[in-house]
Structure formats: structure tokens, C-alpha cells
């Protein structure tokens, strides 16, 4: 099969005809010394996937060509947006990378009254884009043809008005510590045992928000729980602010997927 690499939608050529990849693309086939015949995966990101053979191997660029589409189901049958209170250090990138590879749809990253990273505008954006980098490289390790998006930071205080109004998700469940409903009853009692929306027969749609370091401010959860917001125990444990989104999201694969 060859490796598995990234490459943007507007960058590909299906008609079988060459093209370059681009710099860091290119870079990833010469570090791994492949040879003019040699076979890879390309994938766009948004779910589709082609095999193609490299046709040149220039000193900075790299020529293929597309042999043809390749089927690639490796979705959860449930789109999970995961909401969290980013934890500090270099957790976040690990949350991002296990968080891709379990299947999530989106990651919001949140600035939340107990956060101990606070982010907001350049810096903002350079963390954003270097998790989104860190997303594409565990769903090129993992197989995934979908890269999931990780969403600009907000306060968590703005995203919620936000969901005020239009609500993220269909069913939407805060990660708690208080009295609450166990995550897996919930989960089938919603969706049944498919993932397909109860009442419309839809693909439900899920959003799980999670506090950083020290969990939600009491104020901030009562205000989710007023919006609708269901609270949701994953057990007698106390996890950490990067394992709960994680535990969430294996919950899902067991009770989903086939």
C-alpha cells in the first residue's frame, strides 16, 4: 500500500495526469527514499482516498500520479464534537492526536474561569494551526481519510451564548462530577444502538464539553445545564482534564460501532 499522506483537495490531480506534491509532502516520500514506481495513499482530508505511484523524485519535488480511488471507512457512525477547557502543556496536543485517532469530528478548544492556558489572538492562531497539524499526521498514522477540524479558541462564557442561539449539536452532554446520568444509558437511551437520531433516523450528532485543570466553575456548568445541557458521569473515578474527552469518546466507539 505505501504511505498514507495529506494532501489538500485542490492540490490533486484524479484525471491520472502528474502532478507535484507539495513541500512537506514531498518531503515525507524523500525522507522515506521511495523510487519512481513506488506506490502511496493520498487523501484529502474530507473522506476520500486514491492510490498513486511516483512517477519523479526531484531534489525539493516530488511528481505522481493518481491510479485510482480507494474506499476508505474508518468514520464512527456518529459525528462527536469534543468542547474542552484546554489543558496546559503539551496535554492538549496529546488530546488532539488520541482524539483523532478514536474518530472526533471536531475539537473546540475553550479558555475556561479555571484555565491555567490562556490564549487569544496570534498566539491563538498558531496554536490552532499547529493542532490542526498535529490532527492530519494521526489520520495519516491511523488510516482516517476525514481530518478532524480544530475550531478557533473562544471563552467559554462567548461559546456558549453562541450555542444559546443555534445549538452545536443535537445532544449535548457536560462531563461532571455532580450527581448525573451514566454516559452509556444516556448514549443508547438517545440515539438507540446505531447511532442514527431517535425521532428523525438521522446521524446524531454529539457534542461532549469537558473543564480544564480543576474542571468547570459551578457557575459555568449551571449555565450549560440551563441551556440544555445534560450532565454526564463516566464513573466513580475522577479523570484528568485530558482523559475524560477521551474516555467519552471510546464510550462511543463501544456502544456504536459495530
Request: net charge neutral; proline share 5%; aromatic share 4%.
Amino acid at each position: 500500500m505505501g504511505p498514507r499522506l495529506h494532501v489538500e483537495r485542490s492540490s490533486l490531480r484524479v484525471d491520472g495526469q502528474p502532478f507535484a506534491l507539495d513541500d512537506g509532502a514531498s518531503r515525507h516520500v524523500q525522507v522515506l527514499r521511495l523510487q519512481p514506481g513506488d506506490g502511496l495513499r493520498l487523501f484529502d482530508g474530507r473522506g476520500q482516498e486514491w492510490a498513486a505511484v511516483v512517477t519523479e523524485m526531484g531534489r525539493k519535488v516530488v511528481q505522481v500520479h493518481i491510479t485510482g480511488p480507494v474506499g476508505n471507512d474508518r468514520e464512527l457512525p456518529v459525528q462527536v464534537t469534543l468542547a474542552v477547557g484546554m489543558p496546559a502543556n503539551d496535554r492538549m496536543d496529546a488530546l488532539v492526536e488520541k482524539a483523532t485517532e478514536l474518530g472526533v469530528h471536531a475539537i473546540q478548544p475553550l479558555v475556561c474561569a479555571r484555565s491555567v492556558l490562556r490564549l487569544d489572538g496570534e498566539r491563538a492562531a498558531k496554536k490552532v494551526a499547529h493542532w490542526q497539524a498535529v490532527a492530519v499526521s494521526a489520520a495519516e498514522q491511523c488510516g482516517r481519510a476525514v481530518v478532524p477540524q480544530v475550531l478557533p479558541v473562544q471563552s467559554l462564557a462567548n461559546w456558549l451564548k453562541q450555542d444559546q442561539v443555534t445549538p452545536v449539536a443535537t445532544h449535548r452532554g457536560v462531563l461532571s462530577l455532580r450527581e448525573a446520568v451514566a454516559v452509556r444509558g444516556w448514549l443508547t437511551g438517545r440515539s438507540g444502538a446505531t447511532g442514527s437520531d431517535a425521532t428523525s433516523g438521522t446521524v446524531a450528532d454529539w457534542c461532549f464539553l469537558n473543564g480544564p485543570e480543576g474542571g468547570l466553575a459551578p457557575e459555568e456548568e449551571s449555565q450549560a445545564l440551563a441551556q440544555g445541557w445534560t450532565a454526564i458521569s463516566l464513573g466513580k473515578r475522577v479523570l484528568r482534564a485530558d482523559t475524560a474527552p477521551l474516555a467519552v469518546l471510546s464510550v462511543m466507539a463501544a456502544v456504536f460501532e459495530a
